[in-house]
């Protein structure tokens, strides 16, 4: 046989997806700031996620369970955190109920994915402080939900250092 040649659609994407701004340099990336932590124990639905929301200019950090991503939040600022709500070891259900039991992160927007539609899952999540349930199949579900929720922490936060307005008000 002939070997397959595999392309990948997300960076042919970023390569090719450019967009003038007023002053005819590019708009990606230095519009949307917006700091998404993604954790996901599934490496193709991590990569599947952070391609398209990295392709519309989100920057993404990833973590491979719950407890990585707890790491990050200690090192670093996100504006959003994005998680699958059953991972083994510290659950997204988990990671939401500890960031939502610390000041300093209590107010972090926070999506679950899942890739399934459980309602007592889903129950259990928006119990946890979850501001929005989502499936992980959903891609253009997903990303209004990221629009949605970064624009809520905009407007109660002001964060306009992190986060410009017009980079989520397409």
Known sequence: GTPTRMIDVFALGRTCLVRPSENGRSAGRERRPLRILLADDSEFFRRQIAGYLDLVGYQVTEAADGEAAWLHLQEQTFDLVVTDVEMPGLTGIELCR?????????????????????????????????DEFQSKNHRDQLTRAVERQAKRFVMQTGATSALKMEAVCR
């Open 98 to 130: 500890r960031i939502r039991a610390d000041a300093r992160l209590a107010d972090l927007p926070m999506i679950a994915v899942t890739a399934h539609d459980e309602s007592a899952l889903r129950q259990a999540g928006l119990e946890a402080g979850f």
